[in-house]
């Protein structure tokens, strides 16, 4: 029996972590940031560009989904989407705050996108091949509709924030959006 | 009103862009049970982690997870299980209310619980930075009363300490007791390369002991307390050394008093 729980511990889809934490299980709590951290983490440094901060906020987003667990729906999306939705919502909050509190809205917005996640061992030529790869996905979208996904993203500005700094009408924006997704999805769709 | 304004709502939506009345709006649409937005909303949600799993893996630091698991491990696990038993006692109807008055509660728990989190953690920076600017003004303190203590004894020597070598301008000062030892007080000095600092020797009958390594503030200052020695010190020199200093000098000479 235990040989048996040993045996099926990697293969445990997240669904069934998720469960597990809403059942009050610890220990798949930690497997499950064992295997979501690595994918959230990157992504919330790129929006926030804070190591320490970002730090913060993994613990947050994890925190969170323990105590959320018992309302995670399959339903409504993936483990995957639902941590990383935790995950960008947390990051680009904390974003909203600095940027109120330091009221430069424009520059650090402008260094935060310029700005690639700092190295952290490992083998950075794979990482970099890695990151052309995620690179060339965003530029196979037309330049206008990735600036404004981008925009959106990773520096968390709203449609509004958005049309006014590209100077353009907000429905123009919103369309970009729209086309760039649904791109994306198709680029993407036959994965998930 | 048409439904094609919801789709590109539900697609602004998920990349959480939506904002003012268009977000009400999306929102009760959604709240009023709209399967085809909520499949949209959904779909474009998987994208968006695909997009968040195209970007590079990186190990996060290791202490998130021990924090994390520490605070896990002290929250009582039955709440979750009790609300489920609830539902499944509940007649459907009920149920249903009760899930998403529980969701949205619990969205905007979340969201108040992470900026309340935000706010406590904001705090004890402040506090740490403040617990860390005091502690060093204690140590400049507790420097500073040393030197005036030790000024106030008849028997102590002040001996001047030249510049020479790479730093000719540099100047030092060394209030000295022959029992007590004293402080080394050097201006103008030029800060360390990387890898390197600053030692003193005091040299008596010829033969210079290490005296302890310090490196210089911004402004080429720097005050260093110095243990007394056991024989009269004749002189006092200063060479640049490797980190962590050497037990005989091999840098050249930066400072030196008078034989």
């Known amino acids: 029996m235990r040989g048996c729980i040993v045996d099926n511990r990697m293969a445990w889809a997240g669904e069934d972590l998720i469960r597990r934490m809403a059942e009050g299980d610890a220990d798949a709590c930690g497997r499950f940031y064992d295997r979501y951290a690595r994918l959230v983490y990157p992504l919330i440094l790129r929006i926030v560009g804070e190591p320490a901060d970002a730090a913060d906020i993994l613990q947050e987003v994890f925190w969170e989904a323990w105590q959320a667990a018992a309302r995670y729906d399959p339903a409504r999306g993936s483990p995957e989407a639902w941590i990383v939705i935790r995950a960008r919502t947390r990051a680009i909050d904390r974003l909203r705050a600095v940027r109120r509190r330091s009221e430069t809205f424009v520059a650090p917005l402008d260094e935060g996108l310029a700005a690639a996640p700092p190295e952290s061992g490992g083998d950075a030529a794979e990482r970099a091949a890695d990151r052309a790869v995620v690179a060339a996905m965003l530029d196979r979208l037309p330049e206008h509709q990735r600036e404004a996904i981008e925009l959106a993203y990773y520096g968390g500005l709203t449609q509004t924030e958005i049309a006014e700094r590209l100077k353009q009408p907000l429905g123009t924006v919103k369309t970009r959006i729209r086309l760039g997704l649904e791109r994306l999805r198709e680029m993407m769709g036959p994965a998930t | ?259």
């Open chain 2, 1 to 259: 009103m048409s439904h094609e304004p919801f789709e590109t709502h539900a697609a602004v939506y998920a990349l959480g862009a939506l904002d003012g009345e268009e977000r009400a709006a999306f929102e009760e649409h959604l709240g009023g049970g709209c399967a085809a937005c909520a499949t949209t909303v959904r779909e474009h949600g998987e994208t968006l982690a695909d997009v968040a799993r195209g970007v590079p893996p990186m190990i996060p630091p290791a202490h998130v997870k021990a924090d994390l698991m520490r605070r896990v491990s002290t929250t009582s696990p039955g709440r979750p299980s009790r609300r489920r038993s609830w539902i499944r006692w509940g007649v459907a109807t009920a149920a249903a209310v009760v899930a998403v008055t529980a969701f949205v509660a619990g969205l905007v728990a979340s969201r108040y619980e992470a900026r309340i989190g935000f706010m406590v953690r904001e705090t004890a920076r402040f506090r740490a930075d403040r617990e860390r600017q005091e502690a060093a003004l204690r140590d400049r303190l507790a420097l500073s009363q040393g030197v005036i203590d030790l000024l106030q004894d008849p028997a102590t020597r002040v001996v001047t300490l030249g510049g020479s070598g790479p730093s000719p301008a540099a100047v030092g000062r060394l209030v000295w007791h022959d029992d007590r030892g004293g402080y080394l007080l050097v201006a103008d000095v030029p800060s360390t390369p990387a890898g390197k600092v600053y030692e003193l020797w005091t040299i008596s009958a010829g033969q210079p002991r290490p005296a302890g390594v310090f490196t210089v503030d911004a402004s080429g200052r720097a005050t260093h307390p110095v243990a007394a020695t056991r024989s009269p010190v004749q002189v006092f020199a200063v060479t640049l050394e490797p980190e962590g200093g050497v037990p005989a000098p091999t840098g050249p000479i930066v400072l030196a008093s008078a034989k």
